[in-house]
T-cell receptor, first 112, second 113 residues
Framework: GQNIDQPTEMTATEGAIVQINCTYQTSGFNGLFWYQQHAGEAPTFLSYNVLDGLEEKGRFSSFLSRSKGYSYLLLKELQMKDSASYLCAVSLMNSGYSTLTFGKGTMLLVSP | DVKVTQSSRYLVKRTGEKVFLECVQDMDHENMFWYRQDPGLGLRLIYFSYDVKMKEKGDIPEGYSVSREKKERFSLILESASTNQTSMYLC????????????FGPGTRLTVL
């Protein structure tokens, strides 16, 4: 079966850096997504990694190691508005279709 | 700007009722998905569709069915609602081929009494 693990909750201070880890055990791996979801809102796309290495996009970066089944999302210069749930999702190819399997999400609380 | 809309933000139904949740996307996407999201369980895939009139079961299809008569519209049907189907339901769409970003609607919070 598919298994995706990420911490349930994290706390950090405004202006700091936080790293949210995600480990996965899946078959048919076709890439890894990170989504941000504010309370009561829809998930929104943050990043996508399919090759090993770091992808940087402004204050957010995402890293992937396929051999280790590991990814992390790095958030720099934290702002209060970054308080949200962060969802790790693995893209799986199955019989020609691509679907996403999500982790349970990491709730990040940024305090002043 | 990409747009996925869902027919209701909040819905209250009674046990045994037939419930329709509608999702419409304006991005001409081939793929559409229905998820439910529950505390402690995350997002789980119920059904998806990769073309008009085509459907595939996701991880938790029991108690649900779907309909895709037009490319832009994907409906989730609860034939006989039960209290354990109280949840947040999220619709998403994506372009075809490969691992493409899914775009989500705002969600429908369904309560079954």
């Amino acid at each position: 079966g598919q298994n995706i693990d990420q911490p349930t909750e994290m706390t950090a201070t405004e202006g700091a850096i936080v790293q949210i880890n995600c480990t996965y055990q899946t078959s048919g791996f076709n890439g890894l997504f990170w989504y941000q979801q504010h309370a009561g809102e829809a998930p929104t796309f943050l990043s996508y990694n399919v090759l090993d290495g770091l992808e940087e996009k402004g204050r957010f970066s995402s890293f992937l190691s396929r051999s280790k089944g590991y990814s992390y999302l790095l958030l720099k210069e934290l702002q209060m508005k970054d308080s949200a749930s962060y969802l790790c999702a693995v893209s799986l190819m199955n019989s020609g279709y691509s679907t996403l399997t999500f982790g349970k999400g990491t709730m990040l609380l940024v305090s002043p | 700007d990409v747009k996925v809309t869902q027919s209701s933000r909040y819905l209250v139904k009674r046990t045994g009722e037939k419930v329709f949740l509608e999702c419409v996307q304006d991005m001409d996407h081939e793929n559409m998905f229905w998820y439910r999201q529950d505390p402690g369980l995350g997002l789980r895939l119920i059904y998806f569709s990769y073309d008009v009139k085509m459907k595939e079961k996701g991880d938790i299809p029991e108690g649900y069915s779907v309909s895709r008569e037009k490319k832009e519209r994907f409906s989730l049907i609860l034939e006989s609602a039960s209290t354990n189907q109280t949840s947040m339901y999220l619709c998403a769409s994506s372009p075809p081929a490969g691992a493409n970003t899914q775009y989500f609607g705002p969600g429908t919070r369904l309560t079954v009494l």
